[in-house]
Structures are given as structure tokens and as C-alpha cells.
């Protein structure tokens, strides 16, 4: 049974930062690719950012060069590191995993929430 707990989220001044971590078990995690994704009260979900099986990163426009994603296979564990935070940014998180035979997100995590004041 594959699991994805997220973590990491809180309530931060605008301006702040945030690292989101989300741990997987019972996936092969370097067998999936990976990304973060947010949905805002009244708002669609929308994709953050991902990251490939063989590392290529994807950044949404708004969050390009203030976020990071990273993956640490050997601990099954993907990471967001949000600087420089802003109220638009407020929203629950989740990670997804993406199997290699997938054309679309396969696993989903519970999310984390994530609340910027301005």
C-alpha cells in the first residue's frame, strides 16, 4: 500500500520561509516522478512543481526562483523549499508520485497547509 505523508507547513509572515517534506512508503521511490501541488480555498488545484525520475525540474511561473523542489531517494523522501513567501502562496500543499507506466498522478498525500500573512 503506497503512503505519502506530508509535513513542514505552518503560518508564516510574508516574506518568510517554509520547507515542505513529504515521506513515502511502499513505493520504490526512484521509480516515480514526484511533485508538489497546491489548491487555495475556492481555487483549483494547480501543479507547483515536479521533479523527473531522472532529476528535470518543472517550477510553476509564480514560484520560479523562490522555490526549490529536491528528492532524496535513499530516505523516500521529497522536499519544497519555499523562501520568500507571499499571502498568494497560502494554500494546502500535497505530493503526488507518478509511476513510470502512468500518464497521470497516481499517489496522492494528505496535504499540508500553508498560510502566508501579509
Known amino acids: 500500500q503506497v503512503q505519502l505523508a506530508e509535513s513542514g507547513g505552518g503560518l508564516v509572515q510574508a516574506g518568510g520561509s517554509l520547507r515542505l517534506s513529504c515521506t513515502g512508503s511502499g513505493l520504490t521511490f526512484d521509480d516515480y516522478a514526484m511533485g508538489w501541488f497546491r489548491q487555495a480555498p475556492g481555487k483549483e488545484r494547480e501543479g507547483v512543481s515536479c521533479?523527473?525520475?531522472?532529476?528535470?525540474?518543472y517550477y510553476r511561473g509564480s514560484v520560479k526562483g523562490r522555490f526549490t523542489i529536491s528528492r532524496d531517494n535513499a530516505k523516500n523522501t521529497l522536499y519544497l523549499q519555499m523562501n520568500s513567501l507571499e499571502a498568494e502562496d497560502t494554500a494546502m500543499y500535497y505530493c503526488a508520485a507518478k509511476p513510470f507506466s502512468a500518464s497521470g498522478w497516481t499517489y496522492w498525500g494528505q496535504g499540508t497547509q500553508v498560510t502566508v500573512s501579509s
Open positions: 521533479i523527473s525520475w531522472s532529476g528535470n525540474l
